[in-house]
Protein backbone atom coordinates (compact mmCIF):
# COMPACT_ATOMS: atom_id res chain seq x y z
CA UNK A 1 0.00 0.00 0.00
CA UNK A 2 3.16 2.14 1.32
CA UNK A 3 4.36 1.23 -1.97
CA UNK A 4 1.55 2.20 -4.04
CA UNK A 5 0.80 5.94 -2.52
CA UNK A 6 4.48 6.43 -3.53
CA UNK A 7 4.12 5.59 -7.05
CA UNK A 8 1.28 7.93 -7.12
CA UNK A 9 3.28 10.89 -6.32
CA UNK A 10 5.96 10.33 -8.51
CA UNK A 11 6.96 13.54 -10.65
CA UNK A 12 6.34 13.30 -13.89
CA UNK A 13 8.62 15.95 -15.57
CA UNK A 14 7.42 17.66 -18.85
CA UNK A 15 10.81 17.15 -20.96
CA UNK A 16 12.62 19.34 -23.47
CA UNK A 17 15.50 17.97 -25.68
CA UNK A 18 18.09 20.57 -26.30
CA UNK A 19 20.47 20.01 -29.43
CA UNK A 20 23.27 22.20 -30.26
CA UNK A 21 26.21 22.41 -32.41
CA UNK A 22 28.26 25.64 -33.57
CA UNK A 23 30.30 26.40 -36.93
CA UNK A 24 33.28 25.93 -34.74
CA UNK A 25 32.20 22.61 -33.62
CA UNK A 26 31.53 21.24 -36.75
CA UNK A 27 35.69 20.13 -37.39
CA UNK A 28 35.29 18.23 -34.20
CA UNK A 29 34.44 14.60 -33.65
CA UNK A 30 31.17 13.04 -34.55
CA UNK A 31 30.03 12.51 -31.39
CA UNK A 32 29.36 16.36 -31.40
CA UNK A 33 27.03 16.15 -34.37
CA UNK A 34 23.27 16.71 -33.89
CA UNK A 35 22.45 12.84 -34.73
CA UNK A 36 24.66 11.76 -31.75
CA UNK A 37 23.29 14.33 -29.16
CA UNK A 38 19.94 13.33 -29.84
CA UNK A 39 20.71 9.28 -29.81
CA UNK A 40 23.16 9.70 -26.34
CA UNK A 41 19.44 11.73 -24.79
CA UNK A 42 17.19 9.12 -25.82
CA UNK A 43 19.26 6.34 -24.71
CA UNK A 44 19.67 7.93 -21.46
CA UNK A 45 15.71 8.46 -20.92
CA UNK A 46 14.31 5.72 -22.52
CA UNK A 47 13.96 3.41 -19.40
CA UNK A 48 13.28 6.52 -17.23
CA UNK A 49 9.41 6.34 -16.73
CA UNK A 50 9.26 9.80 -14.86
CA UNK A 51 10.23 11.81 -17.97
CA UNK A 52 7.85 12.66 -21.10
CA UNK A 53 9.52 14.16 -23.93
CA UNK A 54 7.52 17.42 -24.60
CA UNK A 55 9.35 18.84 -27.16
CA UNK A 56 12.71 19.08 -29.09
CA UNK A 57 15.04 22.29 -29.84
CA UNK A 58 17.74 22.28 -32.21
CA UNK A 59 20.24 25.21 -32.59
CA UNK A 60 22.21 24.13 -35.81
CA UNK A 61 25.00 26.34 -36.72
CA UNK A 62 25.30 28.24 -33.65
CA UNK A 63 27.89 29.33 -31.24
CA UNK A 64 26.91 28.70 -27.57
CA UNK A 65 29.15 32.18 -26.73
CA UNK A 66 25.66 33.74 -26.22
CA UNK A 67 22.17 32.84 -25.39
CA UNK A 68 20.47 34.46 -28.32
CA UNK A 69 19.74 31.04 -30.36
CA UNK A 70 15.71 30.96 -31.91
CA UNK A 71 15.29 27.62 -30.29
CA UNK A 72 16.71 28.17 -27.21
CA UNK A 73 14.82 31.40 -26.87
CA UNK A 74 11.46 29.34 -27.49
CA UNK A 75 12.83 26.69 -25.01
CA UNK A 76 12.82 29.46 -22.67
CA UNK A 77 9.66 30.84 -23.47
CA UNK A 78 8.09 27.41 -22.66
CA UNK A 79 9.64 27.15 -19.53
CA UNK A 80 8.57 30.25 -18.15
CA UNK A 81 4.47 28.98 -19.63
CA UNK A 82 5.30 25.73 -18.16
CA UNK A 83 4.91 23.73 -21.32
CA UNK A 84 8.06 21.99 -19.79
CA UNK A 85 9.64 22.21 -16.94
CA UNK A 86 12.90 20.01 -17.61
CA UNK A 87 15.70 20.20 -19.98
CA UNK A 88 18.12 17.43 -21.15
CA UNK A 89 21.63 18.22 -22.69
CA UNK A 90 24.74 16.02 -23.94
CA UNK A 91 27.26 18.17 -21.65
CA UNK A 92 26.60 21.83 -20.11
CA UNK A 93 28.82 23.02 -23.53
CA UNK A 94 25.88 22.25 -25.28
CA UNK A 95 23.74 24.19 -23.02
CA UNK A 96 26.32 26.85 -23.16
CA UNK A 97 30.00 28.32 -23.29
CA UNK A 98 29.24 31.52 -21.21
CA UNK A 99 30.27 30.98 -17.63
CA UNK A 100 28.80 34.04 -16.08
CA UNK A 101 25.68 32.97 -18.57
CA UNK A 102 24.93 29.47 -17.72
CA UNK A 103 25.58 29.69 -14.12
CA UNK A 104 23.16 32.75 -14.06
CA UNK A 105 20.91 29.70 -15.57
CA UNK A 106 21.64 27.17 -13.76
CA UNK A 107 22.15 28.83 -10.03
CA UNK A 108 19.21 31.67 -9.95
CA UNK A 109 16.84 31.38 -12.73
CA UNK A 110 16.39 27.24 -13.15
CA UNK A 111 15.40 27.05 -9.07
CA UNK A 112 13.82 30.20 -9.04
CA UNK A 113 11.26 28.83 -12.01
CA UNK A 114 11.62 25.03 -10.59
CA UNK A 115 13.61 23.65 -13.85
CA UNK A 116 15.56 20.79 -13.66
CA UNK A 117 18.20 21.00 -15.81
CA UNK A 118 20.41 17.32 -16.77
CA UNK A 119 23.65 17.25 -18.50
CA UNK A 120 24.34 13.58 -18.75
CA UNK A 121 28.38 13.14 -19.74
CA UNK A 122 28.88 16.08 -16.60
CA UNK A 123 26.70 13.83 -14.12
CA UNK A 124 25.03 16.91 -13.56
CA UNK A 125 21.20 16.93 -12.73
CA UNK A 126 19.63 20.12 -11.24
CA UNK A 127 17.59 18.11 -9.14
CA UNK A 128 19.93 15.68 -7.72
CA UNK A 129 20.95 15.40 -3.37
CA UNK A 130 24.67 15.66 -4.20
CA UNK A 131 24.26 18.94 -6.60
CA UNK A 132 25.50 21.02 -3.74
CA UNK A 133 28.55 19.40 -2.86
CA UNK A 134 29.70 19.14 -6.21
CA UNK A 135 29.09 23.30 -5.94
CA UNK A 136 32.93 24.07 -7.30
CA UNK A 137 33.05 21.10 -9.90
CA UNK A 138 29.71 22.49 -11.87
CA UNK A 139 31.53 26.29 -12.90
CA UNK A 140 35.29 24.72 -13.33
CA UNK A 141 33.52 22.74 -15.97
CA UNK A 142 31.22 26.01 -17.06
CA UNK A 143 34.99 28.25 -16.66
CA UNK A 144 36.75 25.48 -18.95
CA UNK A 145 33.48 25.99 -21.56
CA UNK A 146 34.07 29.56 -21.08
CA UNK A 147 37.66 29.43 -21.92
CA UNK A 148 37.32 27.16 -24.73
CA UNK A 149 34.55 29.51 -26.16
CA UNK A 150 37.25 32.68 -25.74
CA UNK A 151 40.38 30.54 -26.90
CA UNK A 152 38.52 29.56 -30.55
CA UNK A 153 37.13 33.13 -30.63
CA UNK A 154 41.00 34.20 -30.61
CA UNK A 155 41.47 31.45 -32.98
CA UNK A 156 39.31 32.04 -35.55
CA UNK A 157 39.67 35.97 -35.68
CA UNK A 158 43.64 35.26 -36.47
CA UNK A 159 42.51 32.42 -39.09
CA UNK A 160 40.55 35.35 -40.55
CA UNK A 161 42.73 37.63 -40.29
CA UNK A 162 45.80 35.71 -42.37
CA UNK A 163 43.23 35.16 -45.11
CA UNK A 164 42.23 39.01 -45.43
CA UNK A 165 45.61 40.16 -45.71
CA UNK A 166 46.56 37.52 -48.61
CA UNK A 167 43.40 38.38 -50.23
CA UNK A 168 41.34 35.60 -49.85
CA UNK A 169 37.31 36.89 -49.48
CA UNK A 170 35.45 35.78 -46.04
CA UNK A 171 32.23 37.71 -46.23
CA UNK A 172 29.20 35.33 -45.70
CA UNK A 173 27.71 36.88 -48.92
CA UNK A 174 29.31 37.93 -51.52
CA UNK A 175 28.55 41.49 -53.01
CA UNK A 176 25.71 42.61 -55.79
CA UNK A 177 27.99 41.86 -59.22
CA UNK A 178 30.13 39.00 -58.15
CA UNK A 179 30.21 35.24 -56.89
CA UNK A 180 32.11 32.67 -55.63
CA UNK A 181 34.77 31.18 -57.82
CA UNK A 182 33.80 27.27 -57.27
CA UNK A 183 37.12 26.06 -57.70
CA UNK A 184 38.28 28.36 -54.92
CA UNK A 185 35.82 29.20 -53.06
CA UNK A 186 37.66 32.27 -51.42
CA UNK A 187 37.93 34.12 -54.23
CA UNK A 188 34.98 36.63 -56.36
CA UNK A 189 34.59 36.47 -60.05
CA UNK A 190 32.10 38.53 -62.21
CA UNK A 191 29.10 37.79 -62.18
CA UNK A 192 27.74 38.66 -65.68
CA UNK A 193 24.12 38.24 -65.16
CA UNK A 194 24.28 41.56 -63.45
CA UNK A 195 27.33 43.18 -63.39
CA UNK A 196 26.14 45.10 -66.59
CA UNK A 197 23.67 46.81 -64.16
CA UNK A 198 27.02 47.94 -62.14
CA UNK A 199 28.34 49.26 -64.96
CA UNK A 200 24.80 50.88 -65.99
CA UNK A 201 24.86 52.99 -62.07
CA UNK A 202 28.08 54.48 -62.59
CA UNK A 203 27.70 55.54 -66.28
CA UNK A 204 24.25 57.13 -65.12
CA UNK A 205 26.23 58.99 -62.29
CA UNK A 206 28.72 60.41 -64.47
CA UNK A 207 25.52 61.23 -66.96
CA UNK A 208 24.39 63.44 -63.95
CA UNK A 209 22.02 61.38 -62.53
CA UNK A 210 21.24 61.54 -58.62
CA UNK A 211 21.22 58.42 -56.68
CA UNK A 212 17.33 58.42 -56.28
CA UNK A 213 17.20 58.91 -59.76
CA UNK A 214 18.97 56.01 -60.71
CA UNK A 215 17.00 53.80 -58.48
CA UNK A 216 14.04 54.79 -59.34
CA UNK A 217 15.12 54.15 -63.07
CA UNK A 218 16.39 50.49 -61.88
CA UNK A 219 12.77 49.97 -60.23
CA UNK A 220 10.80 50.95 -63.56
CA UNK A 221 12.75 48.96 -65.92
CA UNK A 222 12.29 45.73 -63.40
CA UNK A 223 16.03 45.02 -62.06
CA UNK A 224 16.02 43.27 -59.09
CA UNK A 225 17.46 45.05 -56.34
CA UNK A 226 20.35 42.64 -54.40
CA UNK A 227 18.69 41.44 -51.68
CA UNK A 228 15.74 40.02 -54.03
CA UNK A 229 18.58 38.79 -56.81
CA UNK A 230 19.66 36.70 -54.11
CA UNK A 231 16.79 35.77 -52.76
CA UNK A 232 15.89 34.31 -56.94
CA UNK A 233 19.55 32.48 -56.43
CA UNK A 234 18.12 30.48 -53.14
CA UNK A 235 20.65 32.61 -50.98
CA UNK A 236 19.39 32.38 -47.38
CA UNK A 237 18.80 35.87 -46.30
CA UNK A 238 17.06 37.39 -44.06
CA UNK A 239 14.22 39.23 -44.80
CA UNK A 240 13.01 40.80 -41.62
CA UNK A 241 13.23 44.26 -42.68
CA UNK A 242 11.31 43.74 -45.91
CA UNK A 243 8.75 46.89 -45.88
CA UNK A 244 6.78 45.66 -48.80
CA UNK A 245 6.49 42.69 -50.21
CA UNK A 246 9.35 42.94 -52.88
CA UNK A 247 12.17 44.94 -52.01
CA UNK A 248 13.28 47.71 -54.63
CA UNK A 249 16.30 49.66 -55.33
CA UNK A 250 17.08 52.75 -52.68
CA UNK A 251 19.27 55.54 -52.85
CA UNK A 252 20.88 54.15 -49.77
CA UNK A 253 21.75 50.79 -52.18
CA UNK A 254 23.00 53.35 -55.01
CA UNK A 255 25.49 55.15 -52.82
CA UNK A 256 26.97 51.72 -51.45
CA UNK A 257 27.94 50.65 -54.70
CA UNK A 258 29.14 53.99 -55.92
CA UNK A 259 31.67 53.84 -53.23
CA UNK A 260 32.56 50.29 -53.00
CA UNK A 261 36.19 49.68 -53.88
CA UNK A 262 35.31 46.15 -54.50
CA UNK A 263 34.35 46.87 -58.14
CA UNK A 264 37.56 48.34 -59.31
CA UNK A 265 39.55 44.74 -57.76
CA UNK A 266 40.23 45.59 -54.48
CA UNK A 267 39.09 44.34 -51.08
CA UNK A 268 38.87 46.20 -48.69
CA UNK A 269 37.59 44.03 -45.14
CA UNK A 270 37.65 44.12 -41.46
CA UNK A 271 35.79 47.39 -40.89
CA UNK A 272 33.97 45.85 -38.10
CA UNK A 273 34.40 43.56 -35.43
CA UNK A 274 32.36 42.24 -32.94
CA UNK A 275 32.84 43.98 -29.41
CA UNK A 276 32.94 40.68 -27.42
CA UNK A 277 32.68 37.00 -28.43
CA UNK A 278 29.59 36.33 -26.00
CA UNK A 279 27.78 39.90 -27.35
CA UNK A 280 26.81 40.07 -31.19
CA UNK A 281 27.19 43.76 -30.43
CA UNK A 282 29.46 45.07 -33.75
CA UNK A 283 31.26 48.08 -33.86
CA UNK A 284 33.32 50.13 -36.91
CA UNK A 285 36.63 50.32 -36.93
CA UNK A 286 39.19 53.08 -37.87
CA UNK A 287 40.13 53.00 -41.46
CA UNK A 288 43.85 52.58 -40.64
CA UNK A 289 42.52 49.08 -38.95
CA UNK A 290 40.96 47.77 -42.47
CA UNK A 291 42.42 45.37 -44.33
CA UNK A 292 43.01 46.44 -48.03
CA UNK A 293 44.27 44.25 -50.70
CA UNK A 294 44.53 45.31 -53.98
CA UNK A 295 44.04 43.60 -57.95
CA UNK A 296 42.49 40.53 -55.83
CA UNK A 297 39.85 39.87 -58.79
CA UNK A 298 38.74 40.89 -61.42
CA UNK A 299 37.48 44.62 -62.31
CA UNK A 300 34.30 45.67 -63.23
CA UNK A 301 34.70 49.81 -63.17
CA UNK A 302 38.12 50.79 -64.54
CA UNK A 303 39.30 52.91 -61.69
CA UNK A 304 39.86 56.20 -63.23
CA UNK A 305 35.76 56.07 -64.06
CA UNK A 306 35.87 54.89 -60.29
CA UNK A 307 38.06 58.35 -59.05
CA UNK A 308 35.84 60.56 -61.16
CA UNK A 309 32.49 59.04 -59.75
CA UNK A 310 34.53 59.87 -55.96
CA UNK A 311 35.35 63.35 -56.81
CA UNK A 312 31.59 64.32 -58.34
CA UNK A 313 30.11 62.67 -54.86
CA UNK A 314 32.65 65.28 -53.01
CA UNK A 315 30.72 68.29 -54.68
CA UNK A 316 27.86 69.93 -53.99
CA UNK A 317 25.70 68.61 -56.56
CA UNK A 318 22.11 69.39 -55.18
CA UNK A 319 18.88 69.39 -57.63
CA UNK A 320 16.00 71.19 -58.28
CA UNK A 321 12.26 69.52 -57.05
CA UNK A 322 10.61 67.01 -59.27
CA UNK A 323 14.08 66.65 -61.53
CA UNK A 324 16.39 63.59 -61.71
CA UNK A 325 19.54 64.70 -63.18
CA UNK A 326 21.77 67.74 -62.10
CA UNK A 327 22.73 70.75 -64.50
CA UNK A 328 25.71 70.52 -66.74
CA UNK A 329 28.04 72.62 -64.58
CA UNK A 330 26.59 71.86 -61.33
CA UNK A 331 29.30 71.95 -58.78
CA UNK A 332 32.01 72.94 -61.15
CA UNK A 333 31.84 76.64 -61.15
CA UNK A 334 33.45 78.84 -58.13
CA UNK A 335 33.35 82.90 -57.81
CA UNK A 336 36.73 83.95 -58.66
CA UNK A 337 36.83 86.44 -56.28
CA UNK A 338 35.10 85.19 -53.08
CA UNK A 339 35.69 81.51 -53.72
CA UNK A 340 32.19 80.70 -53.34
CA UNK A 341 30.16 78.51 -55.43
CA UNK A 342 28.22 80.22 -58.38
CA UNK A 343 24.12 79.11 -58.51
CA UNK A 344 22.59 78.65 -61.38
CA UNK A 345 19.14 80.90 -61.67
CA UNK A 346 16.60 81.22 -64.31
CA UNK A 347 14.54 84.14 -65.46
CA UNK A 348 12.02 84.74 -68.26
CA UNK A 349 11.43 87.56 -70.75
CA UNK A 350 8.64 87.72 -73.17
CA UNK A 351 8.21 84.25 -72.74
CA UNK A 352 11.36 83.09 -73.58
CA UNK A 353 13.78 81.54 -70.74
CA UNK A 354 17.16 82.76 -69.93
CA UNK A 355 19.32 80.82 -67.33
CA UNK A 356 22.36 82.38 -65.43
CA UNK A 357 24.60 81.87 -62.90
CA UNK A 358 25.58 84.32 -59.86
CA UNK A 359 28.05 84.32 -57.12
CA UNK A 360 26.24 82.52 -53.61
CA UNK A 361 28.63 84.46 -51.28
CA UNK A 362 27.00 87.91 -52.41
CA UNK A 363 23.36 86.18 -51.74
CA UNK A 364 24.62 85.10 -47.99
CA UNK A 365 26.40 88.78 -47.46
CA UNK A 366 26.57 91.37 -49.73
CA UNK A 367 29.94 92.72 -48.09
CA UNK A 368 31.30 89.95 -48.93
CA UNK A 369 31.09 89.91 -52.97
CA UNK A 370 29.31 91.49 -55.61
CA UNK A 371 26.40 90.33 -57.85
CA UNK A 372 27.80 89.55 -60.52
CA UNK A 373 26.62 86.56 -63.29
CA UNK A 374 27.35 84.94 -66.42
CA UNK A 375 24.59 83.62 -68.84
CA UNK A 376 24.21 80.02 -69.26
CA UNK A 377 24.95 80.18 -72.82
CA UNK A 378 27.62 82.44 -72.90
CA UNK A 379 29.99 80.00 -70.33
CA UNK A 380 28.83 76.80 -72.73
CA UNK A 381 30.58 78.37 -75.68
CA UNK A 382 33.55 79.63 -73.80
CA UNK A 383 33.95 76.26 -72.10
CA UNK A 384 33.05 74.22 -75.43
CA UNK A 385 35.71 76.18 -77.06
CA UNK A 386 38.45 75.82 -74.29
CA UNK A 387 38.27 71.84 -74.38
CA UNK A 388 38.13 71.31 -77.65
CA UNK A 389 41.69 73.29 -77.83
CA UNK A 390 42.71 71.19 -75.13
CA UNK A 391 41.65 68.29 -76.88
CA UNK A 392 43.87 69.31 -79.66
CA UNK A 393 46.92 70.02 -77.45
CA UNK A 394 46.77 66.58 -75.87
CA UNK A 395 46.60 65.34 -79.26
CA UNK A 396 49.83 66.82 -80.67
CA UNK A 397 51.37 66.15 -77.34
CA UNK A 398 50.47 62.41 -77.78
CA UNK A 399 52.16 62.53 -81.60
CA UNK A 400 55.05 64.14 -79.72
CA UNK A 401 55.98 61.47 -77.54
CA UNK A 402 55.58 59.10 -80.31
CA UNK A 403 57.31 60.18 -82.43
CA UNK A 404 60.64 61.32 -80.09
CA UNK A 405 62.14 58.50 -78.54
CA UNK A 406 64.60 60.42 -76.48
CA UNK A 407 62.18 62.50 -74.81
CA UNK A 408 61.12 60.50 -71.65
CA UNK A 409 64.95 60.30 -70.82
CA UNK A 410 64.78 63.53 -70.23
CA UNK A 411 62.38 63.41 -67.26
CA UNK A 412 63.39 63.40 -64.06
CA UNK A 413 62.21 60.13 -62.71
CA UNK A 414 64.23 58.23 -65.86
CA UNK A 415 67.46 60.23 -64.84
CA UNK A 416 66.73 59.19 -61.40
CA UNK A 417 66.60 55.29 -62.37
CA UNK A 418 69.80 55.55 -64.91
CA UNK A 419 71.54 56.78 -62.30
CA UNK A 420 70.25 53.67 -59.69
CA UNK A 421 71.21 51.43 -62.76
CA UNK A 422 74.46 52.79 -63.28
CA UNK A 423 75.55 51.72 -59.40
CA UNK A 424 73.87 48.39 -59.87
CA UNK A 425 75.83 48.01 -62.52
CA UNK A 426 79.14 48.63 -60.53
CA UNK A 427 78.49 46.60 -57.69
CA UNK A 428 77.35 43.86 -59.88
CA UNK A 429 80.71 43.94 -61.45
CA UNK A 430 82.76 44.61 -58.10
CA UNK A 431 80.57 41.28 -57.50
CA UNK A 432 81.70 39.47 -60.19
CA UNK A 433 85.05 40.08 -60.53
CA UNK A 434 85.24 39.03 -56.27
CA UNK A 435 84.16 35.96 -56.73
CA UNK A 436 86.18 35.06 -59.81
CA UNK A 437 89.55 35.94 -57.64
CA UNK A 438 87.93 33.62 -54.79
CA UNK A 439 89.42 30.87 -56.72
CA UNK A 440 92.66 31.91 -57.17
CA UNK A 441 92.53 32.37 -53.50
CA UNK A 442 91.65 28.90 -52.61
CA UNK A 443 94.42 27.49 -55.45
CA UNK A 444 96.77 29.95 -53.74
CA UNK A 445 96.26 28.21 -49.91
CA UNK A 446 94.65 31.40 -48.86
CA UNK A 447 91.51 30.04 -48.47
CA UNK A 448 90.57 26.55 -47.28
CA UNK A 449 87.87 24.65 -48.63
CA UNK A 450 85.27 25.63 -46.17
CA UNK A 451 85.97 29.55 -46.51
CA UNK A 452 85.99 29.30 -50.56
CA UNK A 453 82.35 27.79 -50.39
CA UNK A 454 81.05 30.28 -47.63
CA UNK A 455 82.64 33.07 -49.92
CA UNK A 456 81.11 31.96 -53.44
CA UNK A 457 77.90 31.70 -51.80
CA UNK A 458 77.66 34.76 -50.27
CA UNK A 459 78.88 37.07 -53.31
CA UNK A 460 76.77 34.31 -56.02
CA UNK A 461 73.58 35.53 -53.41
CA UNK A 462 75.52 39.24 -53.97
CA UNK A 463 75.13 39.33 -57.59
CA UNK A 464 71.70 37.66 -57.74
CA UNK A 465 70.42 40.66 -55.45
CA UNK A 466 71.80 42.90 -58.29
CA UNK A 467 70.78 41.57 -61.12
CA UNK A 468 66.78 40.99 -59.69
CA UNK A 469 67.48 44.89 -58.50
CA UNK A 470 68.55 45.71 -62.31
CA UNK A 471 65.72 43.93 -63.67
CA UNK A 472 63.30 45.93 -61.22
CA UNK A 473 64.76 49.37 -62.22
CA UNK A 474 64.78 48.59 -66.08
CA UNK A 475 60.68 47.55 -65.59
CA UNK A 476 60.12 51.02 -63.17
CA UNK A 477 61.74 53.01 -66.57
CA UNK A 478 59.78 50.92 -69.03
CA UNK A 479 56.89 51.69 -67.31
CA UNK A 480 57.86 55.40 -67.10
CA UNK A 481 58.60 56.02 -70.51
CA UNK A 482 55.43 54.06 -71.67
CA UNK A 483 53.40 56.78 -68.73
CA UNK A 484 54.30 59.61 -70.99
CA UNK A 485 51.88 58.45 -73.84
CA UNK A 486 49.87 55.70 -72.20
CA UNK A 487 48.80 57.97 -68.94
CA UNK A 488 45.08 58.25 -68.18
CA UNK A 489 44.85 61.97 -69.61
CA UNK A 490 45.67 60.73 -73.14
CA UNK A 491 42.68 57.98 -73.26
CA UNK A 492 40.61 60.84 -71.15
CA UNK A 493 40.88 63.68 -74.15
CA UNK A 494 41.24 61.07 -77.08
CA UNK A 495 37.94 59.38 -76.50
CA UNK A 496 36.43 63.09 -77.12
CA UNK A 497 38.37 64.13 -80.12
CA UNK A 498 35.65 64.70 -82.15
CA UNK A 499 33.84 66.84 -79.62
CA UNK A 500 31.29 69.16 -81.14
CA UNK A 501 28.98 69.46 -77.61
CA UNK A 502 29.48 69.55 -74.02
CA UNK A 503 27.75 66.63 -71.84
CA UNK A 504 27.74 65.78 -68.09
CA UNK A 505 30.50 62.63 -69.10
CA UNK A 506 32.60 65.20 -70.65
CA UNK A 507 32.64 67.99 -68.02
CA UNK A 508 33.17 65.50 -65.22
CA UNK A 509 36.12 63.38 -66.88
CA UNK A 510 38.14 66.84 -68.58
CA UNK A 511 37.59 69.77 -65.88
CA UNK A 512 38.07 70.11 -62.24
CA UNK A 513 36.71 73.25 -61.90
CA UNK A 514 35.24 76.72 -63.66
CA UNK A 515 36.00 80.01 -62.31
CA UNK A 516 33.98 83.24 -62.77
CA UNK A 517 35.63 86.38 -61.91
CA UNK A 518 33.73 89.80 -61.79
CA UNK A 519 34.34 91.04 -64.83
CA UNK A 520 33.39 87.64 -67.13
CA UNK A 521 36.63 86.63 -67.54
CA UNK A 522 36.89 82.83 -66.94
CA UNK A 523 39.27 80.55 -66.08
CA UNK A 524 39.16 76.60 -66.66
CA UNK A 525 41.22 74.51 -64.97
CA UNK A 526 41.55 71.09 -66.64
CA UNK A 527 42.65 67.27 -65.03
CA UNK A 528 45.47 66.27 -65.51
CA UNK A 529 47.03 70.09 -66.02
CA UNK A 530 50.32 68.76 -63.67
CA UNK A 531 51.74 65.94 -65.75
CA UNK A 532 50.43 67.77 -69.28
CA UNK A 533 52.55 71.19 -68.10
CA UNK A 534 55.01 68.71 -67.73
CA UNK A 535 55.13 67.21 -71.30
CA UNK A 536 54.53 70.84 -72.38
CA UNK A 537 57.68 72.23 -71.04
CA UNK A 538 59.61 68.79 -72.29
CA UNK A 539 58.44 69.41 -75.74
CA UNK A 540 59.75 73.58 -75.62
CA UNK A 541 62.87 71.87 -74.52
CA UNK A 542 63.43 69.35 -77.10
CA UNK A 543 62.90 72.36 -79.76
CA UNK A 544 64.75 74.71 -78.35
CA UNK A 545 67.48 72.00 -78.10
CA UNK A 546 66.83 71.42 -81.75
CA UNK A 547 66.86 75.23 -83.21
CA UNK A 548 70.48 75.13 -81.08
CA UNK A 549 71.62 72.38 -82.75
CA UNK A 550 70.88 73.74 -85.94
CA UNK A 551 72.49 76.89 -85.77
CA UNK A 552 75.57 74.64 -84.74
CA UNK A 553 75.43 72.93 -87.85
CA UNK A 554 75.11 76.16 -90.18
CA UNK A 555 77.44 78.03 -88.37
CA UNK A 556 80.00 74.75 -89.34
Not at 416 to 427: A, H, I, P, S, Y
Request: hydrophobic share 35%; aromatic share 8%.
Amino acid sequence: MLSSNIKEMKKIYRTGIYLRLSKEDGDKAESDSISNQRNLIQDYLEHKDDFCIIDEYIDDGFSGSNFERPSFQRMYEDLKSGAINCVVVKDLSRFGRNYIEVGRYLERLFPVMGVRLIAINDNYDGASEWKNSDSIIVPMRNLMNDAYCRDMSVRIKSQLEVKRKRGDYVGSFVPYGYKRNPRKRSQLIIDEEVAENIRLIFSWKMEGMTDQGIADRLNDIGILCPLEYKIKNGVNVSEHFKQNEIASWSAKMIHRILHNEIYVGNLIQGQHKKLDYRSKEIIALPEEKWTKVENTHEAIIDKVQFELVQSIEEKDTRISPGTTKVKLFSGYIECGDCGNKMVRRSSSYKGKKYSYYNCNGYKADKYSCTSHNISHDKLYEIVLHAVQQQIAVALKMEQFLAAVDELPLKRKRVVQLDGQMEKLQEELEKNQRIKKKLFQDYSEGILNRAEYLEYVELYMNKISSCKKSMEEVNRQRKETMRDNIDGPWVSSFKKHRNLTELSRPVVVELIEKIIVYQNNAIEIRFKYQDAMNEIMEQMEETISESSHENKMVSCK
